[in-house]
């Protein structure tokens, strides 16, 4: 049994997705942003970074989405969130899951964080490099996705998909959203067909972007 400390529709959703799809049993622990619970002395002992996700893996807190997406992965083979160990497909993996996480992951959290950077509101400069970082990030994943689709690995669906669309999501009002890049909208309209989205979509209360 994990346990999966969230809050809705932020980095802890390719967790909560990972362990939809697994099917493993899990407990949600709803972590209130609102009362800044991720502060909170009983959270930060947990996880100091005061972060969600935080995720108990036989009773020890693991932290980082993309790390437990991998964590998730390796534990369930069976479930096919990654490739076989060794095979030329799971370095593909290892890759695009490294590429989405260091690139799009950082740009965005500054994106909605300007405080990390100092500022209550971002200096236009700023707001424009943070901006162009991740449509440019797009566009490359577009691109491959037009010449090697429909999955970041190509035929086969991985955990990959599922980082990248929480990604996707995020970007929903942005000036310009995922989803106006012909091949990543087919890509999103494919992975949002999963059950684990309608599922999460129920249990996280979200509504926004569902289809
Ligand atoms: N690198 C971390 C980033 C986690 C992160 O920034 N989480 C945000 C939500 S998306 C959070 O907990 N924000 C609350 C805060 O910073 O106070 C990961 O991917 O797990």
Redesign the pocket.
Known sequence: MYTLYY?P???????HLALLEIGAPFRLEK?D?ER?Q??SPEYLRMNP?????TLLVDGRPC??????LMILAERHPEAKLAPPSGSPLRTDWYQWIAYL?TTL??A??LW??PA?LGSPEHPPAVREALRRTIEDAWTLVDGHLAAHGPYLLGAEFSGADLLALMYMR?SRNMPRPATEWPALRRYADLMRARPSWARLYEAEGLTEWRT
């Open positions: 809050s529709g932020t980095a802890s959703m390719v967790v972590v942003f800044d991720q502060h970074r005061g972060k969600v996700p932290v980082e989405s993309a790390a437990l996480a992951a950082p965005y959290r909605f964080y990390d995020w």
